[in-house]
């Protein structure tokens, strides 16, 4: 099964408008991080935020808001006031806690790429 | 500054020929990373190391050897055995987690590598 899921390959968002890119993941450890990066056309992969599995409040910083819904495995991205500056592909990952057989692996999903429209 | 160097940026490969993809990393992290990305799609992880002088296979190794002598470098050698070399290359880093519990650690990356068989 696949770890992340994001079933968005392409959304469009108007500037200034939030847009909401979804992200749900499969795991069965208690002890989890989740993660969201930008990857602009230049290819350099930008961590934007950070959820543990056992915070209790939904993860901000700045802009970007993850909506955390544990009971149904979501993760989604929330970007709100679209710049044009965040047409860019999107990841969701995730970790599951220190194993010595993974090596903290991050687990990627297929990326959304979002356009902000002007 | 701190950060991951990856070079060269570009990269093209005959058929038949290995390559050698550089990272160093100054932020003194343990954990470093190999990724593939094809387009559309997300990171595949090709190896990983926590310590020097140790690394482990992910996915997609076949084809790919690495090395760690120095904590700072994890170069990545593609040799001819990989049947289909063509893809941009992620290098990337983290500090090694040492607990049960998430910490958040998050990855960082290299610019990346495009690497092009001719």
Known sequence: AQKITQTQPGMFVQEKEAVTLDCTYDTSDPSYGLFWYKQPSSGEMIFLIYQGSYDQQNATEGRYSLNFQKARKSAN???????????????????ERANPNTGNQFYFGTGTSLTVIP | ????????????????????????????????????????????????????????????????????????????????????????????????????????????????????VV
């Not at chain 2, 954990?31 to 992880?45: C, F, H, N, S």
């Not at chain 2, 992910?58 to 050897?65: Q, W």
């Not at chain 2, 904590?71 to 090694?96: D, G, H, I, W």
């Open chain 1, 77 to 95: 991205l929330v970007i709100s006031a679209s710049q044009l500056g965040d047409s860019a592909m999107y990841f969701c990952a995730m970790r």
């Open chain 2, 1 to 116: 500054d701190g950060g991951i160097t990856q070079s060269p940026k570009y990269l093209f490969r005959k058929e038949g020929q290995n390559v050698t993809l550089s990272c160093e990393q100054n932020l003194n992290h343990d954990a470093m990373y190999w990724y593939r990305q094809d387009p559309g799609q997300g990171l595949r992880l090709i190896y990983y190391s926590q310590i020097v002088n140790d690394f482990q296979k992910g996915d997609i190794a076949e084809g790919y050897s690495v090395s760690r002598e120095k904590k700072e470098s994890f170069p990545l050698t593609v040799t001819s055995a990989q049947k289909n070399p063509t893809a941009f290359y992620l290098c990337a880093s983290k500090l090694r987690d040492r607990g049960l519990v998430d910490s958040g650690n998050t990855i960082y990356f290299g610019e990346g590598s495009w690497l092009t």
